[in-house]
């Protein structure tokens, strides 16, 4: 029995170390990915023009890198591109510009570009969740809950648009 309890330890340290290597495999090649794809969009609209796809896609990186200038600056370059995009892929690209100037603290700005992110697609309840949050950061707290209840409307069961408008509506009844 005494023998066996060593083996059983040392094979867990092992079980565990090798579990723990994969996973550092799997996250190294993802990052690679990710950077190669990054590099690639990079050069290409250096050297020329990109189509919105492309100008999000690149944006996106950036906005995982938390480089929001950068991506603002991609992503009105993917409207320029005069190309007719699916309203949609738009609204997309309008959350995500959104994104960028909340980041930035830029919350007028931020509030318009959700705004016209629903505008073309009503339904987005990411966009409806980040408006009404952008609202909560301008004290604006009956217009976060009024939004945050629309995407309620939308996806009853979306957890965020439930946890924040019960908050804010007990902050609402205690300051009255």
């Known amino acids: ?16 170390l090798g579990g723990l290597a994969i996973f550092l495999l799997f996250q190294i090649i993802k990052t690679r990915r990710t950077e190669n794809r990054f590099y690639k969009l990079q050069k290409k609209l250096q050297d020329q023009k990109g189509t919105a796809e492309e100008y999000y896609e690149l944006a996106s990186l950036y906005l995982d890198k938390k480089l929001y200038v950068q991506a603002v600056t991609l992503l009105q370059k993917g409207f320029k591109t005069g190309e007719k995009m699916e309203p949609e892929n738009k609204a997309l690209m309008y ?8 980041s930035q603290e830029q919350v007028d700005l931020a509030i318009r570009n959700y705004k016209d992110a629903i505008k073309l697609y009503p339904d987005y309840v990411i966009a409806l969740n ?34 924040r408008a019960e908050l804010l509506r007990k902050r609402l009844v205690t300051t009255q």
């Open 130 to 163: 980040n408006l009404a949050n952008a609202y909560e950061k301008k004290q604006m707290i009956p217009k976060a809950v009024e939004t945050y209840e629309e995407t309620l409307k939308i996806d009853e069961n979306n957890k965020i648009a439930k946890r």
């Open 1 to 16: 029995m005494n023998e066996v309890l060593p083996i059983i330890y040392l094979s867990g340290i092992v079980i565990f």
């Open 95 to 102: 959350n995500a510009l959104g994104f960028a100037y909340f």
